[in-house]
Antibody, heavy 115, light 112 residues
Framework: EVQLVESGGGLVQPGSSLKLSCVASGFTFSSYNMHWIRQAPKKGLEWIALIYYDSSNKYYADSVKGRFTISRDNSKNTLYLEMNSLRSEDTAMYYC????????WGQGVMVTVSS | DIVMTQGALPNPVPSGESASITCQSSKSLLHSNGKTYLNWYLQRPGQSPQLLIYWMSTRASGVSDRFSGSGSGTDFTLKISSVEAEDVGVYYCQQFLEYPRTFGSGTKLEIK
């Protein structure tokens, strides 16, 4: 069974940093591109980043470019999202996802940026 | 960036009736390989999203044949025939032709 389990969220102050993790199981993690997608409270979905299966390419939404870094460790079946200079508008549920012609999503991890 | 614009539904939709959700892209999503790079998702209340349709009109595995996708390069429709209670939620279109992979703002479906 494919599983994606996010962790690392919490309440942080504006300007601080946080690193999310997503542990994958049930499939060959190193063969798939992986996404981070977020959803602010009561709002829609926002795609924020993708990393190729071999880390050769990374893409970001303009809203996070220069502040967030996506990475992966295929030996640990783990996807990461390092978030710096956090703002109140980064408050959201963060999902990791594998999306091809099938999709698998984690349950999401909440990040709250507030003083 | 490609902007995705979704239409609203005249909620609530009577159970058993059909519902059509529209989505428009600011740029053609038709690739040179002949495929149209548009996904549809459903996010049920309290759940993570799930893929319904990819390449504009191909149903994802396990998705009911009551769901169908159609369209051109820039105008798309998700049709739900005979809506049921389990169809309640927010529907999103997403383009995956270019980065960033933009979503529409979502269309809420309520059932009467």
């Amino acid at each position: 069974e494919v599983q994606l389990v996010e962790s690392g969220g919490g309440l942080v102050q504006p300007g601080s940093s946080l690193k999310l993790s997503c542990v994958a199981s049930g499939f060959t993690f190193s063969s798939y591109n992986m996404h981070w997608i977020r959803q602010a409270p009561k709002k829609g979905l926002e795609w924020i980043a993708l990393i190729y299966y071999d880390s050769s390419n990374k893409y970001y939404a303009d809203s996070v470019k220069g502040r967030f870094t996506i990475s992966r460790d295929n030996s640990k079946n783990t996807l990461y999202l390092e978030m710096n200079s956090l703002r109140s508008e980064d408050t959201a549920m963060y999902y990791c996802a594998r999306i091809t012609t099938t999709d698998y999503w984690g349950q999401g991890v909440m990040v709250t940026v507030s003083s | 960036d490609i902007v995705m614009t979704q239409g609203a539904l005249p909620n609530p939709v009577p159970s058993g009736e059909s519902a059509s959700i529209t989505c428009q892209s600011s740029k053609s999503l038709l690739h040179s390989n002949g495929k149209t790079y548009l996904n549809w998702y459903l996010q049920r209340p309290g759940q993570s999203p799930q893929l319904l349709i990819y390449w504009m009109s191909t149903r994802a595995s396990g998705v009911s044949d009551r769901f169908s996708g159609s369209g051109s390069g820039t105008d798309f429709t998700l049709k739900i025939s005979s809506v049921e209670a389990e169809d309640v939620g927010v529907y999103y279109c997403q383009q995956f032709l270019e980065y960033p992979r933009t979503f529409g703002s979502g269309t809420k479906l309520e059932i009467k």
